[in-house]
């Protein structure tokens, strides 16, 4: 079972940068794709960006377009979340996640991300 672990989390100010690291245990190259997803207190968790891992393929939610980006490094079986202007409502808990076309996905444990106004 692959583990992943998240950091890069922390407390910035609105209008700031932060860069999020999710490091597998295994190789990512056998994953279709990893994602990060959010959850703030009291709401749904909700998807933030996917990338496709063999291709590149990228998908986000709209409320972080043009903001956030998504990368992988297949070699350092990592995947990364950039994010800039950073607003208060992007402030939850990050979770990494590894999807397989089985749908046997496994989450990270999870990163906190506060942005004060």
């Known amino acids: 079972q692959v583990q992943l672990v998240e950091s890069g989390g922390g407390s910035v100010q609105a209008g700031g940068s932060l860069r999020l690291s999710c490091t597998a245990s295994?190789?990512?190259?056998?994953?279709?794709?990893m994602a990060w997803y959010r959850q703030a207190p009291g709401n749904q968790r909700e998807l933030v960006a996917r990338i496709t891992v063999s291709s590149g393929r990228t998908n986000y939610a709209d409320s972080v377009k043009g903001r956030f980006t998504i990368s992988r490094d297949n070699v350092e079986n990592t995947a990364y979340l950039q994010m800039n202007s950073l607003k208060p409502e992007d402030t939850a808990l990050y979770y990494c996640?590894?999807?397989?076309?089985?749908?046997?996905?496994?989450w990270g444990q999870g990163t906190q991300v506060t942005v004060s106004s």
């Open positions: 996640v590894a999807i397989r076309t089985t749908g046997a996905n496994t």
């Open positions: 295994e190789s990512i190259s056998v994953m279709y794709a």
